[in-house]
């Protein structure tokens, strides 16, 4: 159920064909699958958003940006197929015209929509599509429909990523849904993360802006990307107070557990991109402690589930526990390599500055598995986090991964 | 002829089975190739080096950076193979005692030889076969072997990787070599990148140091390699004075001249590893002009010979010059997108904040040929830079590739 699992959110659906029309088309081809969806709240939401930090930004990145000032969002929409990204002026006026089309629809006013787009750069948005399918969109809203929302944002993604919880809060059952598009690839600089969590907790205005940030840096921005960027990337956390609890203020108690259970969903979908890499048949979970800082942790992590050469490791089932330290070494996290310790599916293979004299066909089979988990100790101090990622195959894999045999 | 082709210059090959005792042979395979070199000099040399930025580093590269401390090198033993990484105090005794077998061999101090290993890390170096090897290469040592030496240091490499050129210079003719190793791949954080540079020049002592960097920054470190580092990285820069010009001094017209030919020795040994990709089948150039500093240059080139995205739009033929827009966005240098003006192949795709409406068969044609150039110009200053890179192929392609169309 997704993003319509909380109280109070509805989604509708279209297939336009915006890809084909941005490559020209002249009709819509038959079998065209949903590329348009708009989200709708039953109420104002409190709403925080981050952004790309691509110096190239798409239109639709910076509308956001605008409508986000005033804190009164009730709906979004999202089109998939052209990503509306260096496209000039034009671009622009696009952008904003997608946000007043789906308000006139649903009688908000244009800053009270957010907009995002993902798909191919530099080609002006086809508008007579994108004006039918929000049409379309607006017409066939249901609390049903997160699922096929979640399916109309995808674009080289395999399957739908979604994930929804309830807990108990301040009085309430509050109910938490998301969905996100993207791939984990080899190196996705420019593959657009688009994710989106509602809520139907009651909360102060202002506190999903205050959070945001941090649940990015614990899930999303942990999923092997480098610090890069695409020019649409984008995460919005809305919470609509359909739930009737107490409002949560920032800083009380309910927030710190609000604040989880958003975290909780959050790496749940930034696990299901580092699962659908392209090509990928593994997940890698990196998980660092005893870094000086959790900042110092995150990076350590990142650069192990992005490392190509781990990443191929994992995939021939090759026990090159080597890869690992050494990307560890250039994370550019602190680490004290005499006091380094490391397990790989349980398995402890490296401490005190060398290789630990471990059954390999142990190794071989841990690595074998479909999750492969990575354990790191750095030796220094408390600092800890996790990153995900996925194994690289084919050509490239041919090369490296019987390195060691 | 390589690194011996500057006057008084060496090298000796041996095939040790380095790699096959590393995992645990009793003989060496038949058809075993080169795995061992020594090169050797008639005279001691001023030398400079840069190493890895890893904090793991191998033994070999610590040893490296204490003997060039007295500067008095006059020979190099290097293997391929076996890294000596992550190997503990048992790796330094082992990267000393490979100084020392070759020194004792050309009656030398063991703090006048370097040492560099490449391959397997977490295994110790087979001693046994390595004094075999150093005892033979030292045994056949020649001015002919600077083919063979380039050889013996491949790992995954196709190709040897040399160059060589002269230039008359403070009254002598003055000759320049090098060899390298590494091939440019996706992101090859832990292909360990070897180059040697050889010159018959004489200069005053510290003039290669002085020099290194700033050759290294516009070399190698271009070569789409995103900062990362292995643990063996090492380039060095020997000069011997066999030419007999009059030595030159930092500072010099003379120096900045012998510096632009270290440069294009470095800069064509950088092309061939780009150029050497695993799986690719082209070399993408990418210069970057009108940059806020040359640092900044340095970073946007980088980051757009880096980015894979580039890289499979390239194999593609596909002209989507978007993903260059944007990997010169996230790349963190300054720019000013209404400025930006954009080049491939020699047809403007992009200016004044939007895509040109060129005649998309030329781009395509332009990103079919075996070289493709990319040239940026940011809009800001004078900074300018090179990077290179190479194209992305299999499933990665096949997912990314046809995008656009």
Redo the contacts between chains.
Sequence with gaps: MAVTYPHGFRAGTAACGIKAFT?GASAIPSGQRDDLCVIHSSRQCDTGGVF??????SASVVIDQLHLQRNRVQALAINSGN?N????A?GFRDALLMAKLAADRLDLDPDQVLVSSTG????YLPMDAVKAGIAEACANLSDEAGEAAAKAIMT?DTVPKTASLELDLAGAKVRIGGMCKGSG???????TMLAYITTDAAVEPGLMASLVRSIADRSFNQVSV?G????NDTFLMLANGAAGNAPISAGSVEAAFLEDALVEIARQLARSIARDG??ATKLITVKVGGAASDGDARTAARAVA????VKTAVHGGDP????I??????SGA??A?DRLHLKVGGLVV?E????VDVDLAAVRRAFEQPEIEIVAELGLDGGRAEAWGCDL????VR??AD???
């Design positions: 490559a790309t930090t691509n110096k190239v930004k990503a990204a260096c496209t000039g034009q191919v750069i530099g080609r080289t690839m080899i190196h996705p600089n420019m593959a480098d890069d960027s695409s020019t392209e090509g992005a490392s190509s050469l090159n526990w080597g890869r330290v050494c990307a560890l070494g250039y602190e680490l390599l490296f005190r500055g060398t290789g195959s084919e050509e490239y090369i490296n390195y060691t045999t």
